[in-house]
């Protein structure tokens, strides 16, 4: 069965650091772009940022709202993503998701992407 398993999340203040991972079961993540996404309460899911396969040359791709903040690096070894999640702002509190898919874009959207983790939550609160 092929499963994301998404861990780390939690409360922070502002300008704090958390980290996200996203474990794959079932199936080899080096194969697979992934995503990270992010809903808010009463918004819609948007895209935060992903990174390709190595076919996909492994590029990086981030909403303006995260770049220079957020990281997105893989850890093949471990069959994991991370996002590493810097100077947190009270805006990026949200329920955060990884996916998989073939590949990924500057737009980061979600129809490409088929696996879905269940999500954590991530809330920037002082």
């Known amino acids: 069965q092929l499963q994301l398993v998404q861990s780390g999340g939690g409360l922070v203040q502002p300008g704090g650091s958390l980290r996200l991972s996203c474990a794959a079961s079932?199936?080899?993540?080096?194969?697979?772009?992934i995503g990270w996404f992010r809903q808010a309460p009463g918004k819609e899911r948007e895209g935060v940022s992903c990174i390709n396969s190595a076919s996909g040359g492994t590029s990086t791709h981030y909403a303006d709202s995260v770049k220079g903040r957020f990281t997105v690096s893989r850890d093949n070894a471990k069959n994991t993503v991370a996002l590493q999640m810097d100077n947190l702002k009270l805006e990026d509190t949200a329920v955060y998701y990884c996916a998989a898919a073939w590949g990924c874009g500057y737009r980061l959207s979600q129809s490409d992407f088929n696996y879905w983790g269940q999500g954590t939550q991530v809330t920037v609160s002082s």
């Open positions: 079932g199936f080899s993540i080096d194969l697979h772009a």
